[in-house]
């Protein structure tokens, strides 16, 4: 069963997105590409891309996520892509991946799928309405819908016949936690997200980074069954507060979507980010990642003993000034808690109400 979940919007809002509607049909194929591409890591391959917006009007992706721990401010980074995609003029499917949140190492136990599956649900809209992205085309799909179907599940065991437990370990070992005893249900998580490609009827799949041993699996195997090879679009992760990728299973990594003020300013000004150095920053990877390709812009203010209040117009001129100790971290880290705490205001104050939710999928 696939979930279709309509936009309520002002007339002003109204107005503004038929305007971008409008823009669409002049639009071309050059225009959709670099829409598509841009703030991206990988694109495999960009020629099956250009090809396939050459050939079909309304393509058609999806991007998948597993409702384990809460959602965190990483989630920014795949919206703002799957806007890209909306406006683009692709159908687009975002699939909670309820199963694969159980499977892998019973990350969410299942008891707690369907509420955490709503939670999920509920937050990537709030989060969406936050950013003004023109969601109503938008459809939400249950992993549980549709993926215990007979010829989902023929076709996964078609899979297991064709592939070896090493290859498919290899392919998910960024994703699932296997641990020194695998339990097998991380080994059938590659299979089942493959077929989820073919199932959802996507041209594109579409990730972070840390999916594309995945997808290249996927682009091996699906071929196989009869399927066409996916085109597969990455885009960069979002380091954690402590360096590696930031994960909702680890809450010592993460600024949650949840927190208030005070806790995200905090976080902020606690997070690695040492004067003049780029690598595992994730201020500066927020700043690069997230706040430049949605706003194009950022206002450092600070004293004027320290210089006055800065503009940037792009990334790069941050980043050679962080590099040149030019700007402090102190007073970036201040500015990112300034634009952090203005996008998620609207989302703390829509699950103002949903404590009942919250409590139900994380008791």
């Known amino acids: 069963m696939l979930y279709g979940y309509m936009a309520g919007v ?46 079909k009007k309304s393509p058609s992706a999806y991007w998948g996520t597993a409702p384990t721990g ?42 707690l799928l369907d509420a955490r599956a709503i939670y999920y649900q509920e937050a990537i809209v709030a989060m969406f309405e936050a950013l003004g992205v023109d969601y109503s085309k938008l459809i939400f799909v249950r992993g ?11 076709d996964v065991l078609r899979m297991s016949a064709l592939t070896t437990l090493s290859r498919v370990k290899r392919s998910a070992a ?8 695998p339990k097998l249900g991380g ?16 041209d594109v799949a579409y990730s972070g980074v840390d999916q594309r041993m995945i997808y290249a699996f996927s682009r091996e195997l699906l071929p196989e069954l009869g399927h ?12 954690g507060l402590t360096g590696g990728k930031m994960s ?36 500066l990877a927020f700043c690069e990642y997230f706040l430049f390709p949605y706003k194009n812009k950022l206002k450092i203010e600070r004293n004027k003993k320290f210089g006055g209040d800065i503009n940037y ?8 000034d962080f590099v040149k100790k030019k700007l402090h971290p102190m007073d970036l880290k201040q500015a990112v808690s300034r634009e952090l705490n203005s996008v998620l205001g609207p989302v703390r104050k829509k699950f103002e109400k949903k404590e009942k939710l919250l409590k139900e999928a994380y008791p």
């Not at 002003?12 to 049909?25: D, G, I, Q, V």
């Not at 002049?26 to 960009?46: A, C, D, H, Y």
């Not at 600024?255 to 000004?269: G, H, M, P, T, W």
């Open 174 to 181: 960024e994703v699932v936690r296997f641990g020194k005893e």
């Open 70 to 111: 809460r959602v965190h401010i990483g989630y920014l980074i795949p919206l703002l892509k799957i806007s890209d995609f909306l406006k683009a003029g692709f159908k687009f499917k975002i699939l909670i991946a309820d199963l694969h949140a159980h499977l892998d190492d019973q990350k969410t136990p299942w008891s």
């Open 248 to 283: 909702a299973s680890n809450p010592k990594s993460k600024i949650d979507l949840l927190d208030s003020e005070k806790e995200v300013a905090r976080k902020v000004n606690s997070a690695y980010c040492k004067e003049g150095e780029v690598k595992d920053n994730g201020v």
């Open 144 to 154: 549980k819908d549709f993926q215990t179907n007979s010829e989902y599940v023929v």
């Open 228 to 239: 066409k090879k996916p085109i597969c679009v990455f885009t960069p992760m979002l380091p």
């Open 313 to 320: 117009g792009t990334y790069k001129e941050l980043e050679n």
């Open 10 to 55: 002002s007339g002003e809002t109204s107005n503004k997105f038929k305007l971008m509607r409008s823009l669409l049909l002049l639009m071309n194929v050059k225009q959709k590409f670099e829409l598509v591409s841009r703030n991206t890591q990988e694109i495999i391959t960009r020629e099956e891309l250009m090809r396939l917006l050459e050939e």
């Open 187 to 202: 080994f059938i998580y590659p299979l089942m997200q493959t077929e989820d490609i073919p199932a959802l009827e996507a």
